[in-house]
């Protein structure tokens, strides 16, 4: 008996030591890339005329957390090389740094380790015997094939205006962000002077949907293309995903649609069109075909709810996900209709994962808090732009009422915190801030009053 106690607790010891070790690689390689893309961008061939490197570190947590604030006008203020470089921190921030690391193992070398293989197939969300190097490959190839689509289309507006060596790059530019739900453009005014133009509205809403629905919703669609075999949480996403979509679009227009600074001037087709691209884009990525800065302070809260609800689970985008918005609502349902337990399509939903999704959201809350009050100290913004601001950091949106740029060193450095939290997930990082406690004592219940 005392030998079996030693055992286990040497295998808890062992398993705890492990997941610490699986914590400090993902962290550590994530910190790692975002100080070598920090390097690269702060060198003088990267940049035209002065780059600092809080403004460059800035730059490259917004681009490897695939956030898309920028202190800087990116099509100014980088060179052609510079560019390149975030492009390649926006497709390993969006794909993610486990994918990539074993995609270029797999290139390079006949042999995948275990661990590898085992934190890859927790970061897209896989159970059970998958092959996940062939799995990797292919959903690399999927995000290849959805961007070149996206900039063979979007090239039939650019290569006519700019040519074909600079429109095809603006276009595959613009493809790159938008699927890895980045949000970078090379125009000082973003997409705003495509507002009207139905091409780009539409390519680029429809990159933004494709990249932030979850690579594990993709895998479930290819695999099981019956609504009945699909996975609990494939059906949760093909069904918020539009709902949100269109309650977006529709609060947009009813908000928007008299307010001459955004869509007051346009025409009724185009109202439409600009209110679908920013309900898209407003829980991923923060392109906007509209000045976010004029618009009433109800669109702004309502854009700031969407932005905090963010993508779907494994996918390029942020926020506290859309099944973890999800689950909190069937819980509410389940207490209100006094259900013994969580439910959906069938199945039921067990108390951690329920668990989980209120401490997400509560640990997102703290974090936000904590951020806002910060910048408070540091800024002399509005709170209404600093919330805005945070928010958009947070959820790795990227939409701003315009005071990025204008923000204090100590701001920025805030944020760049926050965007780093927004993408590794807040209740990961307050994971490996605590360590498991394995107990055998229950204590008895006892009631406490709430509400």
Not at 13 to 20: A, C, K, M
Not at 30 to 45: A, E, H
Not at 437 to 445: A, F, K, L, M
């Amino acid at each position: 008996m005392i030998n079996w106690r030693s055992n286990y607790a040497f295998t808890l010891h062992r398993e705890d030591n492990s997941r610490w070790s699986e914590a400090k690689l993902i962290l550590g390689s994530f910190l790692i890339i975002l100080l070598v893309g920090t390097l690269f961008l702060v060198q003088p061939s990267s940049h035209k005329g002065e780059v600092t490197v809080i403004n460059a570190l800035f730059t490259a947590t917004s681009a490897i957390s695939v956030t898309g604030l920028g202190v800087v006008d990116t099509g100014t203020a980088f060179t052609l090389q510079g560019q390149i470089i975030l492009l390649i921190l926006m497709e390993i921030g969006g794909l993610g740094q486990m994918t990539m690391t074993l995609l270029l193992i797999a290139m390079f070398s006949k042999r995948v380790g275990l661990r590898q293989q085992v934190l890859a197939k927790e970061a897209l969300g896989q159970e059970g015997s998958v092959n996940i190097v062939q799995l990797v490959k292919r959903i690399v190839l999927f995000a290849l094939i959805a961007q070149l689509i996206g900039t063979a289309i979007m090239a039939i507006r650019w290569v006519p205006d700019m040519g074909w060596g600079h429109g095809l790059y603006v276009s595959f530019f613009h493809a790159v962000s938008a699927f890895n739900n980045a949000g970078f453009s090379l125009f000082a005014n973003n997409l705003m002077d495509y507002r009207d133009d139905p091409i780009i509205s539409l390519t680029i809403p429809a990159l933004l949907i494709l990249g932030g629905v979850g690579f594990t919703v993709i895998v479930d669609l290819v695999r099981n293309r019956r609504w009945r075999k699909l996975k609990l949480h494939s059906k949760l996403m093909l069904l918020m995903t539009p709902a949100l979509l269109l309650l977006g679009t529709l609060m947009f227009w009813l908000l928007e649609h008299n307010n001459p600074g955004t869509l007051g001037n346009a025409s009724f087709g185009s109202q439409w069109l600009a209110a679908f691209f920013q309900s898209a884009t407003a829980r991923t990525a923060g392109f906007n075909t509209v000045d976010i800065g004029q618009m009433v302070p109800a669109s702004l809260l309502f854009m700031m709810m969407l932005m905090f609800i963010g993508a779907g689970a494994t996918s390029t985008g942020g926020g506290i996900k859309v099944t973890t918005f999800a689950v909190v609502l069937l819980a509410t349902r389940a207490f209100l209709t006094k259900r013994p337990h969580v439910t959906a399509f069938g199945r039921t939903l067990s108390p951690q994962i329920v668990t989980r999704s209120l401490a997400i959201i509560i640990v997102s809350t703290m974090v936000l808090m904590l951020a806002m009050f910060l910048l408070m100290l540091t800024e002399s913004q509005s709170f209404d732009k600093i919330m805005f601001e945070t928010i958009s950091a947070f959820a790795t949106v990227g939409l701003s009422t315009g005071i990025t740029a204008s923000l204090s060193e100590p701001g920025k450095l805030i944020l760049v915190l926050v965007m780093i939290c927004g993408r590794l997930g807040p209740l990961t990082l307050a994971i490996m801030l605590a360590r498991p406690v394995e107990t055998r004592i229950r204590y008895p219940e006892e009631s406490v009053y709430t509400g």
